[in-house]
Structures are given as structure tokens and as C-alpha cells.
């Protein structure tokens, strides 16, 4: 992508005594903006974005919101509170198009198409920079040199993909560490998964035989490589070599069975993404194939944000500038829909991909059986989100009944700890809403009171709850006071029984909450599920019946904050498992751990150590090697 010019514009449209706003503001920048291309915000009072656009001519383009008649009323409520504007200026319409997309993407303005859920795609990776490559899964930036094929939909289709490659090939998948470690060979040479170059069982020669064929697979020229390996599994039989023809066999088979997961072949198409788009009761849904070397490597839904009156072109165009954002496009993209300015938006893909990109709508032949697919199974998704949206705000207007809420709850947020007799403690809090489980609002939070409260008891459950429900609800104090941006829960649910209900209570209390409603759910005896208590303020403990659909969805989300809770507490400890006792020992920075560790290969080893070992470390003198030995032997 060409340099874009950052002249922006911040300067104010007039001076007034009282403060410009909506059609005033805008006028007043007119005054003094280029014609050139570029991108604006559109700003409120409080400095949240309130739209990004891209323009060919930016004066031109903003001209228009100095007529508000000609709008629609959603464009006319965001001019109205519009109350300063941003101004970026680029060489070229599609540069303006991809800056666009990217400050959609990181500012999430309410007036624009959102794509939410945008997670990275994972890729197989065979390495470059070893003489015996490995085969591995890998996400984020291509830094690491090698061969990358993908995207793939899903870890488990990589996973799934991986394994059955280590069948067919034979590559290694361990560290290049692990490898130069290794001096025999390890149990996935035993159960024929990888061909132990390690040791030099096979030959470098061997092994790059091995990669060219796992990269001629991987790229479209499978029934090459089986007629080739075929061959030699023949010759091998005729010469008696049986035990060698049975390594072929199983590695034709291991390729077979890649092959039959293919719901979709296109051996005709080399390298596509197909992309439809169904909408449905004022939403939408976008689903995507990645073809790949005429293989499908799966297929991903979205559920794009977007206002009711947004056209299906507009939703089609604002999708493929914000998945296309981090991604590198491949040279075709079947569409469902036509976009509003396939142009630029051609011109901008191709510029990101630095290969020409084509956007097609096919009307006869493969490509259009192909999208008819993608259109069915994007259909399919957005019913089963419609219909599970409706059973979701069906129980969310039960749970309201059943805790005498004034209306069901829009954000539901559920706490619970995690700890082993105190050490590792950690909060949890999972949020919940009508469309289920918001995953990129879950939090995590490093108790500290038992480092910074010396009435602090480990193990502690209502301190830690305490301290969590303070960080939490004094940031959000902080940075929503006005409860605008949708951060504030109608609902706080306690993993917990009395004791966690007045614990917050307590801290609601001593910051000023009193809008907010709380329950706490208790296991039942033996903590059976079915039986479990609701606690709640002034009001006496009660249970709801064991088949009751409310009991259940709260289970639900009890569960899930347990989960989260759990599985983050478990990855907390093993980490300070595997943290090096060095770290402890003051004096010791990562040079001098370096070098201990590499002369001596472990931290068991450096304990294990004499005096006069340590002091024959490069870079270790006298009263360090002391510090260190003193640090291990305590008792001496």
C-alpha cells in the first residue's frame, strides 16, 4: 500500500460562545477541506466516533451532511450529534477504502456496518529457515520464513489436517529445539508419524523428498504424488520388500482419507473464497468458503452489525473492507451480491494482495453452484441464530419474572473465583446478552489483595470477591459514567450463596450502586444441579423447580463463568510452575540466567552445581556464583 499523506484536520469551524453542533459544525469545516480523497469521523460531545466514511472527494462528500433534509432519519440523528470532525487524506480512493476499513475495524463506530468476531485464521506452515522443515499450525503475521497454505476455518480443521499429514509425510512437527536435543528417537517415529531426521534415520536428501511431496499435496497435485508413491509401493512388493510397500500404503491411504473429508471439490478452481450473503427479520449473515489448490478448507459465518435500512450492497462492501483488512485476498472472491463500487474496492484488494483480485458475481456454471451453496448454508446459520435468539430472549423474560426484575436483563454479568488454598487466585467475569455469550467482554482479574491486605486471608472468597467487584465496577465508573457505551450490566450474577450476595452488596454500597440488580446462585446438597438456592436482596432464599428452563439457563451461565474461571486459574499455575527459580535470585538478569543455563542446561542442574562449577561460567563472578549457591543450599 502506497504512503498515505496524513494531513489531518483538527482545526475548529468557528468561535462562539455557545458550541457548535450538527450541521453548524460540519459547515465549518467545509471551509477549509481539500478535494482531495480520504477518510472522516465523525465525532460526538463525549469524543466517541460516531461513523467513518471514505470519500473520492472529501469536500464534495461532506457537503452532504450540510443538508440533513436529504437524509435518512438514522444519518440525521448522527449529524445532530456530531460536534467535531477528523480528517485523513490519502493519494487514491482505494487507499481511502482500505484506511477506512482498518479505523472500523479498531473503533467500532456505532453508525458504521460492523464486522464483530473477526478472529485470525490459522495456517499450516512448513518452515523455511531449517534444514529439515517442520510442519506446524500457525497464526498471526507471516514473519517466519516458509510455506504458508490456508486459511484454514478452524483450529480443528488444521489440527485434523496435521495429523493426517503426518501420516502421509512423515515430517517432523517438534521444536527446532526439541530436534537438536534429540538423541534417540521419540514415540512418533514408533507409531510411524514422523521419520526421526532427528537422528539421521533418513537421510536430508530423503527428507526433502518427503517436503516437496507433503508441499505438492498441500498444493493441489495430490493424485500426482499417489500415482507416483503407487509405483513405488508396486516395485517394492515385487522385490519382496513388504514391511517398506506397507509404509506406502498407509501414507496413500492417510492422503485418501484428506481427500474423502472434501465436501467440496472444484478441481477447476485454484485459489478462491466464496462469499453469500442471506437477510433475514432485519439481520444478516455472511457465509465463506476458502478454496485452496480446488480443496475446501472450510467455511465460517458471520453476523455483521448493521441498521435497518442498510442495503444488501452496503453490507457486502463494508464486509469485504474489514475481513480483507488483516487478510491477504486471493485472486478470485465469488459473490452472492454485487457492491457499490466494485471498482475501488477491486483496486484496494489488489493493492492489498499485490496481485490482480477479481470480484465476480457468476450467473451459470461451477462458480455459481458454488455460491448457491455458500447462499443455502449462510440461509441455514442466520434460522438457527433467529430461532435461538427467540428461545434466548424467551428465558431471559423468564429470568426477569423469576427475580422480579422491572425488564429482561440486556447484559447479564457473572462472577466467580478460582484458587488452590489461596495461591494463583483468580476472578472471572463471563457476560452474557439476547444473542448469547459475548466472549470478547470476558475479564480475568490477578486477585492481589493477598500481596496488599494484611487482614487478607488466603482462600479468602468474599475478600477476593470484594476486590474483584471494586476493580471492576470503580473502572467502569471511570470510564462510563454516563452509561452510554454498554458497559453496565442490568444484571450481576455471584457464583456464591449469602455470604458472596453481601459481599457485594457492600462494595455496591461504598461506590454508589443502587441501580443494579443482584442474585447470587448456591449449589444445592452434595452440590446436586437442580437443587441449587437463589439469594437475593431483601427477599428470602428460594429454589426454582428442577425442569424449569430458567433453572437451566442459569446452570448455564454458572457453569461457563466456572469454566472460564478454571481454566484460567489452571493456566496461571502452570505458568509459575514452569517460571525458573532464577528469576528469584536477586542479581541474576536474563543474561547471566542465559548463560547458567546454557552452560549447565537446566535449573536442576545449576542447583545441583558446586561453588567452584558456577564460578567457571562465562559472564558469573565470585559473589554471584555465592548468591546462587546460597540461594540452593540454604542449610549451608
Known amino acids: 500500500m502506497a504512503e498515505i499523506k496524513q494531513n489531518q484536520i483538527v482545526e475548529e469551524p468557528g468561535i462562539s460562545n455557545a458550541p457548535l453542533k450538527g450541521v453548524d459544525v460540519i459547515k465549518g469545516y467545509l471551509k477549509s477541506l481539500p478535494s482531495d480523497p480520504g477518510v472522516y469521523r465523525m465525532i460526538n460531545l463525549e469524543g466517541d466516533v460516531l461513523y467513518v466514511g471514505k470519500a473520492k472527494n472529501l469536500k464534495k462528500r461532506v457537503s452532504n451532511y450540510a443538508h440533513p433534509g436529504r437524509q435518512s432519519i438514522r444519518i440525521q440523528r448522527m449529524i445532530n450529534q456530531t460536534r467535531s470532525m477528523e480528517f485523513v487524506t490519502t493519494h487514491t480512493e482505494a487507499e481511502a477504502l482500505l484506511l477506512e476499513a482498518n479505523l472500523i475495524k479498531k473503533l467500532t463506530p456505532r453508525y458504521n456496518i460492523l464486522l464483530r468476531d473477526d478472529k485470525s485464521f490459522p495456517y499450516i506452515l512448513i518452515t523455511g529457515d531449517h534444514a529439515y522443515p517442520q510442519v506446524l499450525k500457525y497464526r498471526g503475521t507471516r514473519k517466519r520464513k516458509g510455506e504458508y497454505f490456508g486459511p484454514f476455518a478452524s483450529a480443528g480443521a488444521v489440527n485434523q489436517s496435521l495429523a493426517i499429514l503426518q501420516r502421509a509425510f512423515l515430517l517432523r512437527s517438534c521444536t527446532d529445539a526439541v530436534f537438536a536435543s534429540r538423541t534417540r528417537p521419540c514415540l512418533l517415529y514408533q507409531i510411524k508419524r514422523c521419520s526421526a531426521p532427528c537422528v539421521e534415520i533418513t537421510t536430508r536428501e530423503a527428507y526433502a523428498r518427503l517436503v516437496e511431496q507433503a508441499r505438492s499435496f498441500l498444493t493441489g497435485r495430490s493424485k500426482t504424488i499417489q500415482k507416483q508413491l503407487a509405483e513405488e509401493m508396486q516395485d517394492l512388493s515385487e522385490n519382496l520388500q513388504f514391511e517398506k510397500a506397507a509404509v506406502l500404503r498407509d501414507r496413500i491411504k492417510a492422503m485418501t482419507n484428506i481427500q474423502s473429508h472434501q465436501d467440496i471439490q472444484a478441481p477447476n478452481i485454484d485459489e478462491a473464497d466464496i462469499i453469500a450473503l442471506h437477510m433475514e427479520a432485519g439481520q444478516a449473515c455472511i457465509q465463506i468458503f476458502f478454496l485452496r489448490s480446488g480443496t475446501n478448507y472450510g467455511n465460517r459465518a458471520y453476523f455483521p452489525a448493521h441498521t435497518a435500512d442498510a442495503l444488501p450492497e452496503q453490507i457486502m462492501e463494508a464486509f469485504l473492507g474489514q475481513f480483507y483488512a488483516n487478510k491477504i485476498p486471493p485472486k478470485l472472491i465469488l459473490l452472492s451480491t ?9 483496486d484496494a484488494l489488489s493493492e492489498r494482495a499485490g496481485k490482480r483480485v477479481d470480484l465476480r458475481v457468476p450467473s451459470r456454471g461451477q462458480k455459481r453452484g458454488l455460491v448457491r451453496l455458500a447462499l443455502e448454508n449462510a440461509r441455514k446459520a442466520l434460522n438457527r441464530r433467529l430461532v435461538e435468539s427467540a428461545s434466548q430472549r424467551r428465558l431471559l423474560d423468564g429470568l426477569a419474572e423469576k427475580l422480579g426484575l422491572d425488564h429482561a436483563p440486556d447484559r447479564i454479568e457473572v462472577y466467580d473465583n478460582s484458587h488452590i488454598s489461596g495461591t494463583n487466585a483468580i476472578g472471572a467475569m463471563i457476560v452474557s446478552g439476547p444473542e448469547g455469550f459475548i466472549k470478547n467482554a470476558y475479564r480475568k482479574f490477578n486477585i492481589r489483595a493477598d500481596k496488599e491486605d494484611t487482614e487478607f486471608q488466603p482462600g479468602d472468597d468474599y475478600a477476593m470477591m470484594r476486590e474483584v467487584l471494586t476493580r471492576r465496577f470503580a473502572r467502569v465508573q471511570k470510564e462510563d459514567p454516563d452509561r452510554s457505551r454498554g458497559q453496565w450490566p442490568d444484571l450481576v450474577l455471584i457464583d456464591g450463596g449469602a455470604g458472596q450476595l453481601g459481599a457485594t452488596l457492600e462494595v455496591f454500597g461504598e461506590l454508589g450502586i443502587a441501580d443494579v440488580s443482584v442474585a447470587a446462585i448456591a449449589n444445592g446438597p452434595d452440590r446436586n444441579a437442580g437443587r441449587e438456592r437463589m439469594f ?13 428452563p430458567v433453572l437451566y439457563f442459569l446452570q448455564r451461565l454458572r457453569d461457563e463463568a466456572h469454566r472460564f474461571a478454571i481454566g484460567t486459574h489452571r493456566s496461571r499455575r502452570a505458568k509459575d510452575m514452569k517460571r525458573s527459580p532464577l528469576n528469584e535470585i ?26 567452584a562449577d558456577l564460578e567457571a561460567v562465562d559472564g558469573i563472578s565470585r559473589s554471584i556464583a555465592e548468591r546462587v549457591y546460597d540461594w540452593f543450599h540454604p542449610e549451608d
Open 536 to 548: 437475593l436482596p431483601d427477599r428470602a432464599p428460594f429454589s426454582l423447580d428442577s425442569r424449569d
Open 338 to 346: 454485487n457492491v457499490m463500487e466494485k471498482r475501488v474496492l477491486t
Open 586 to 611: 536477586q542479581g541474576i538478569g536474563s543474561v547471566r540466567k542465559k548463560a547458567l543455563l546454557h552452560h549447565f542446561g537446566s535449573a536442576r542442574a545449576i542447583s545441583e552445581a558446586g561453588l
